[in-house]
Nanobody, 125 residues
Framework: VQLQASGGGLVQPGGSLRLSCAAS????????IGWFRQAPGKERERVSC????????YYADSVKGRFTISRDNTKNTFYLQLNSLKPEDTAVYYC???????????????????WGQGTQVTVSS
């Protein structure tokens, strides 16, 4: 079971990035998937997730309207589109997947056991 995150980089404020998370060794179908981020000195926080039982999405208030999560089960990959980036979005972004019975935002990051390695997003002029 492996998740491989990619797509991070250095971007100016207002710019965009697309993060990808490819799964191998298991099928994402039936898994809730999520993106988390961790800035230096801060706790890991949930950015967005998709529930497995109904496909509902969740966004943190800080990214609502700017980020979009999506999944492509045929490619066993999910994505996070980051638009209108701000310096405060700078962090290491992690993808995660887990079999969760309930709506994904009810679970903390401690309850996800399948993680990608993280990809750095830096927003700076």
């Amino acid at each position: 079971v492996q998740l491989q995150a990619s797509g991070g980089g250095l971007v100016q404020p207002g710019g965009s990035l697309r993060l990808s998370c490819a799964a191998s060794g298991f099928s994402l179908g039936g898994y809730a998937i999520g993106w988390f981020r961790q800035a230096p000195g801060k706790e890991r926080e949930r950015v967005s997730c998709i529930s497995s039982h109904d496909g509902s999405t969740y966004y943190a208030d800080s990214v609502k309207g700017r980020f979009t999560i999506s999944r492509d089960n045929t490619k066993n990959t999910f994505y996070l589109q980051l638009n209108s980036l701000k310096p405060e979005d700078t962090a290491v972004y992690y993808c995660a997947a887990e079999r969760l019975a309930l709506t994904c935002h009810l679970y903390s990051y401690h309850e996800y056991h399948n993680w990608g390695q993280g990809t750095q997003v830096t927003v700076s002029s």
